[in-house]
């Protein structure tokens, strides 16, 4: 043997003999993860998973965007350390107040009913073309039906102005 050989061979004998029975078993440990990372890389589906994950990370930092999602991590750790359980139930209770004011009969029948009236008067106003100029505006408004439902609006507007 030569003398670089035995210089390896005596450095690992040292290393060794120096190894105490805590340090083999944490090597032993870290080796026995390390092929088990392994045999989980091997597997095709997460091995194209890495892969896309690397290619998108990869296109966030080419875009400028990756440090945006990382900000945007930041904002939502602070909103969550910032967010004491009083601010969480009430949270919690004003959505469950929204849910049960929307979730009653009238207001399924006016949301089915407006979608139908608005079906039919999309078909309607198709139907029938525009003649367009001022004249044919001016009869518009003249009708008795235009003038119902500007009243009807006007109406509606009213009422919301008044609520507190």
């Not at 959505?95 to 008067?121: G, I, P, Q, Y």
């Amino acid at each position: 043997m030569n003398d670089s050989t035995n210089a390896v061979s005596d450095a690992l004998g040292a290393a060794a003999n120096a190894m105490t029975d805590s340090m083999v078993e944490r090597l032993a440990t870290t080796l026995s993860n390390s092929m088990e990372l392994a045999d989980r890389l091997n597997d095709p589906d997460t091995r194209d998973a890495v892969d896309a994950l690397l290619a998108g990370i990869t296109q966030l930092h080419r875009t400028g965007d990756l440090q945006a999602a990382f900000e945007l991590l930041h904002v939502l750790g602070a909103v969550r350390s910032a967010a004491t359980d009083s601010m969480v139930e009430r949270g919690a209770t004003l959505f469950e107040h929204l849910l049960s004011n929307m979730a009653n009969e009238e207001v399924a029948d006016l949301a089915h009913e407006t979608k139908e009236a608005m079906r039919e008067a999309r078909a309607e106003s198709a139907a029938a073309p525009s003649r367009g100029g001022l004249m044919a505006t001016v009869a518009l408004l003249s009708a008795p039906e235009t003038q119902e439902a500007l009243r009807f609006l006007v109406g509606i507007t009213n009422r919301l102005k008044a609520q507190p």
